[in-house]
């Protein structure tokens, strides 16, 4: 998921300010974060290397460290103890661990293949990535929408005001999320546009990656805390 998984840390922060709306932004994303990290390390490499070849089909990479079930529960673990010690708070460190877990849960059903640890290791989780990338989007919007509605209901409830085009601005960072994720299913972007071989540096596919989860966090952390109390 991408869009599914920020849309888990707007709720958690609205059920708990004192947390940091950043902080669950990055927390929600952890291993997607810890994948890219691990990807220069050598652990996690990523192919294809171009971005405009990428499909959600067609990406190779084993999240052995990332994403696979036993090392979360050692992400499970420092994030409790960072959100905990960071902002002194017991709930910050659990609601923070609950969106490692909510991450991987999520990503059973609408996520590239996981393993119990290893290649090699049970096969857990749908991988419809990989196989169904179609259904996998399906099921990320369908999650989103029912997500983002109950956020703004529970807005509305608490008596936060928000103008149309900030609301917009919100939700539309969401749609370009699921709209990205279907325009790359099964199709490249070189295929679709015909775009030709070159490499002038900044077509690499992880890169492209950082710069998109980065744009979308730091877009959020501007955006959401813009509101008005009624």
């Given at each position: 998921?991408?869009?599914?998984?920020?849309?888990?840390?707007?709720?958690?922060?609205?059920?708990?300010?004192?947390?940091?709306?950043?902080?669950?932004?990055?927390?929600?994303?952890?291993?997607?974060?810890?994948?890219?990290?691990?990807?220069?390390?050598g652990?996690e490499?990523?192919?294809?290397?171009?971005?405009?070849?990428?499909?959600?089909?067609?990406?190779?990479?084993?999240?052995?460290?990332?994403?696979?079930?036993?090392?979360?529960?050692?992400?499970?673990?420092?994030?409790?103890?960072?959100?905990?010690?960071?902002?002194?708070?017991?709930?910050?460190?659990l609601?923070?661990?609950?969106?490692?877990?909510?991450?991987?849960v999520?990503?059973?059903?609408?996520?590239?293949?996981?393993?119990?640890?290893?290649?090699?290791?049970?096969?857990?989780?749908?991988?419809?990535?990989a196989t169904?990338?179609?259904?996998?989007?399906?099921?990320?919007?369908?999650?989103?929408?029912?997500?983002?509605?109950?956020?703004?209901g529970?807005?509305?409830?608490?008596?936060i005001?928000?103008?149309?085009?900030?609301?917009?601005?919100?939700?539309?960072?969401?749609?370009?999320?699921?709209?990205?994720?279907?325009?790359?299913?099964t199709?490249?972007?070189?295929?679709?546009?015909?775009?030709?071989?070159?490499?002038?540096?900044?077509?690499?596919?992880?890169?492209?990656?950082?710069?998109?989860?980065?744009?979308?966090?730091?877009?959020?952390?501007?955006?959401?805390?813009?509101?008005?109390?009624?």
């Amino acid at each position: 998921m991408l869009a599914g998984h920020f849309s888990t840390a707007l709720v958690a922060h609205q059920k708990f300010p004192k947390g940091t709306l950043l902080y669950f932004l990055i927390v929600s994303q952890l291993q997607d974060l810890l994948w890219f990290t691990f990807h220069y390390l050598g652990l996690e490499p990523t192919g294809p290397s171009d971005v405009f070849d990428t499909t959600l089909n067609n990406l190779a990479v084993d999240m052995l460290y990332s994403h696979d079930l036993l090392p979360q529960i050692c992400w499970v673990l420092i994030i409790f103890l960072v959100g905990k010690m960071l902002f002194k708070n017991t709930t910050v460190g659990l609601l923070g661990a609950a969106l490692v877990i909510g991450h991987f849960v999520l990503d059973l059903f609408s996520g590239h293949p996981h393993h119990i640890f290893g290649a090699e290791s049970q096969h857990i989780g749908l991988g419809n990535y990989a196989t169904n990338p179609f259904l996998a989007v399906g099921i990320e919007a369908a999650f989103t929408v029912g997500v983002l509605w109950y956020y703004f209901g529970q807005e509305a409830k608490n008596g936060i005001q928000r103008t149309s085009k900030n609301k917009a601005s919100i939700i539309g960072l969401f749609v370009f999320g699921i709209l990205f994720m279907l325009s790359i299913a099964t199709t490249s972007f070189r295929e679709l546009f015909g775009i030709p071989e070159f490499d002038m540096g900044f077509n690499s596919n992880v890169p492209t990656l950082i710069i998109t989860y980065l744009g979308m966090i730091f877009y959020l952390n501007y955006f959401v805390p813009k509101f008005e109390h009624s």
